[in-house]
């Protein structure tokens, strides 16, 4: 069963603008990644951040975690065109292969 | 460096032939590897993880006998639809993890194929 649930499901912004993704989980984790996927591509790991953190940053990308609410939020600041993309979070499923477990998603588009 | 390699991107196959797809990590070693399927404008759904020499795991509900994957050494795993139908059609991803980074509770990133779009007539 899916683990997260990202809201919204679909966003649509301007370049420049800033993108917020919330994501939200069911159970005990270690860590909350965050992936992007290009239309009709594979998924590309963004940022991981750990079970005892609670921000972190990469380039545009920062990623804040709140085990408490068992959510997380990823936030584009500056948008590009080639932000386009829907974008995934995930955790790690309880199985001893530690496979991610992918929530629905949001399909961001940035227009020019 | 981590890149993975999955091949054909697409491929058409009529209704009752096998497909088989391949996933290698081209420059690192994958003790595990996964197998996804995406429906379009959904999530990826785990079908079975991948294990170097031994049996794979498969999830609930994925039919290892229609779904057969074979991981023969560290860098390849191969995934066979067999005697594909219609409703096969999807999307499949594979993925894999650095052997040696998965512990302490899958505190690595996965690095992703670019998929293979299978239809099947």
């Known amino acids: 069963s899916q683990q997260g649930e990202e809201d919204p499901q679909a966003l649509s912004i301007q370049e420049g603008e800033n993108a917020t993704m919330n994501c939200s989980y069911k159970?005990?984790?270690?860590?909350l990644q965050w992936y992007r996927q290009n239309s009709g591509r594979g998924l590309v790991h963004l940022i991981l951040?750990?079970?005892?953190?609670r921000e972190k940053h990469s380039g545009r990308l920062r990623v804040t975690l709140d085990t408490s609410k068992k959510s997380s939020s990823l936030l584009i600041t500056a948008s590009r065109a080639a932000d386009t993309a829907s974008y995934f979070c995930?955790?790690?499923?309880?199985?001893?292969?530690?496979?991610?477990?992918f929530g629905k998603g949001t399909s961001l588009l940035v227009t020019p | 460096g981590a890149v993975v390699s999955q091949h054909p991107s697409w491929v058409i196959c009529k209704s009752g032939t096998s497909v088989k797809i391949e996933c290698r990590s081209l420059?690192?070693?994958?003790?595990?590897m996964f197998w996804y399927r995406q429906f379009p404008k959904q999530s990826l759904m785990l079908m079975a993880t991948s294990n170097e020499g031994s049996k794979a795991t498969y999830e609930q509900g994925v039919e290892k006998d229609k779904f057969l994957i074979n991981h023969a050494s560290l860098t390849l795993s191969t995934l066979t639809v067999t005697s594909a139908h219609p409703e096969d059609s999807s999307f499949y991803i594979c993925?894999?993890?650095?052997?040696?980074?998965?512990?302490?509770?899958?505190?690595?990133?996965?690095?992703f194929g670019n998929g293979t779009r299978l239809t099947v007539t």
């Open positions: 951040i750990r079970s005892n953190e």
């Open positions: 420059d690192f070693q994958a003790t595990t």
């Open positions: 159970t005990s984790i270690n860590n």
């Open positions: 995930a955790t790690v499923y309880s199985n001893s292969g530690y496979a991610l477990n």
């Open positions: 993925s894999a993890r650095r052997t040696g980074t998965g512990g302490g509770g899958g505190n690595s990133p996965l690095h």
